[in-house]
């Protein structure tokens, strides 16, 4: 009886304490690790014992520290490098008990990241050679490096097989799990490619300790196509600095003219979802309407894309006078794009979280947009949106948003209002939380307090932290 009343209070003790660590959260936003320290300290020191899982130095209590292994074979360009890049700028890893963060790469790979006090950079150089070099190494050495030198493992490129737990892994890449953007590719090697990536992420998904999602819409696809078991959170990705510049003075479309006409820019890769062609046959109805406007395309290029872009731009425009395709441009150059530009298009259909828009808010350009997908979450009422798909109404927008010096200056403001909310600190900061939170979960058997909260009569667990907490 006494061991059962024991039992009982110690529930109700943890009860108290999960109920004040969530009061302090809210009231002072302070992390949940924080809290959590709080009390162990408040505790540990009425009650002057020393902590088991710490060590006592001068009567002080130091919480036990953690190494994180980032494995970063996939990464090679693109997206995922700039994400582990900027996260690990922005990083203060200290602050979530995180003493070493190992990072194993290919040799380009980790030339590109920061150097760092905290930081280990290790070449593997099988990671620099063909697809089943690299493969062969994440699904066997890996794991074994993993065991030897981290307490958890974060796989930002989407899909592991190996035997090391816990693993963290994070949702980027959705056309695998889009059948109709898939089927764009019709039968070809890149289909074939999804489909084993699609094969792969959703074993990798449903295996995972922890899984991070960019956006609200990639987090709904998913739990559609993969029975997920793990602890699931959403972090957004953040914006380089330097692609910040205030909106500027919207002038009447009558200032412009041919000589001196208005631009409209769209970032982005070639490719059989981006609708490329869609956006260069609306602007070629505008011209037909005498207004003075020129596309600039800008990203690298899928072949196949590339040839029926060109084809549709030598019909409409075969002197490249107002349908300019520039090619890939370094990161470091793109600023400059943006901020020549007088508007921004996006007409995507298959996203997870497009960094491309999210830095065309932070450059005060007016947007139009495509309505798939989480544009609609990530702009809200900061653009004006078209069916991708549809010239006539990519036109519609473009006209529309062209026509109203004053529209645009609203929608631009409004924009780069909303990309405020977006930082690489806040990114990074959430990501090493819910990394050691979610170690320390299977590590000891038990959530960490005020972390991680089961949500759903499923038994699927997640962050507590929604959406709208977030931002």
């Not at 190494?67 to 996939?74: F, H, Q, T, V």
């Not at 040799?107 to 690299?134: A, G, I, M, S, Y």
């Not at 019909?315 to 020549?340: K, N, T």
């Not at 590590?443 to 977030?470: F, K, Q």
Request: with cysteine; charged share 20%.
């Amino acid at each position: 009886m006494n061991c059962g009343g024991e039992i009982i209070g110690c529930l109700f003790h943890e009860f108290l304490v999960l109920d004040f660590i969530n009061t302090l959260t809210q009231a002072f936003a302070l992390g949940p690790i924080v809290c959590e320290n709080i009390i162990l300290l408040c505790s540990y020191s009425i009650s002057g014992q020393t902590p088991s899982n710490g060590r006592s130095t001068n009567g002080h209590y130091e919480a036990p520290s953690m190494r994180i292994g980032i494995d970063a074979s996939n990464l090679r360009a693109g997206g995922g490098l700039t994400h582990v890049r900027e996260l690990l700028q922005a990083a203060q890893p200290q602050e979530y008990r995180v003493k070493q963060v190992i990072v194993w790469g290919g040799e380009n790979t980790l030339k590109q990241l920061p150097c760092r006090p905290w930081l280990k950079c290790v070449h593997e150089p099988l990671l620099d050679r063909p697809l089943p070099f690299r493969l062969s190494w994440q699904n066997v050495t890996l794991s074994q490096l993993a065991k030897q030198h981290c307490d958890s493992l974060f796989v930002p490129g989407g899909s592991y097989r190996g035997s090391f737990r816990p693993f963290v892994m994070m949702s980027r890449n959705l056309l695998p799990f889009e059948e109709h953007e898939r089927n764009r590719y019709g039968l070809s090697w890149m289909f074939m490619k999804l489909r084993l990536l699609q094969f792969r992420q959703t074993r990798s998904l449903r295996t995972a300790d922890g899984v991070i999602f960019l956006t609200e819409y990639a987090r709904s696809v998913l739990k559609r196509e993969v029975n997920l078991s793990g602890w699931q959170t959403l972090i957004p990705h953040g914006i380089n600095p330097r692609f910040y510049r205030p909106p500027r003075v919207q002038r009447p479309i009558g200032t412009y003219s041919k000589r001196h006409p208005f631009k409209f820019l769209y970032v982005s890769t070639i490719d059989v979802y981006k609708h490329q062609w869609h956006v260069a046959e609306a602007v070629a109805e505008l011209r037909k309407d005498g207004l003075p406007v020129v596309l600039d395309l800008v990203g690298p290029a899928y072949a196949p894309a590339l040839r029926r872009l060109r084809r549709i731009m030598k019909g409409i425009d075969p002197g490249s006078e107002f349908i300019r395709y520039r090619g890939a441009v370094p990161s470091s150059e793109l600023p400059y794009y943006y901020h020549q530009a007088d508007g921004f298009v996006f007409a995507s259909s298959c996203e997870n979280m497009p960094n491309i828009l999210l830095e065309a808010m932070a450059s005060g350009l007016p947007i139009a947009c495509s309505k798939r997908g989480p544009m609609p979450e990530m702009l809200g009422n900061a653009g004006i949106y078209f069916d991708p798909e549809q010239p006539v109404e990519i036109a519609r927008a473009l006209d529309f948003l062209m026509d109203s010096p004053s529209l645009r200056e609203h929608c631009a403001s409004l924009a780069y209002q909303q990309a405020q909310r977006y930082s690489w600190e806040r990114c990074a900061g959430e990501t090493f939380s819910f990394l050691t939170q979610v170690a320390h979960s299977v590590r000891t058997g038990v959530p960490t307090m005020g972390s991680i909260a089961v949500t759903e009569a499923t038994g699927r667990r997640s962050s507590p932290l929604s959406r709208e907490d977030r931002f």
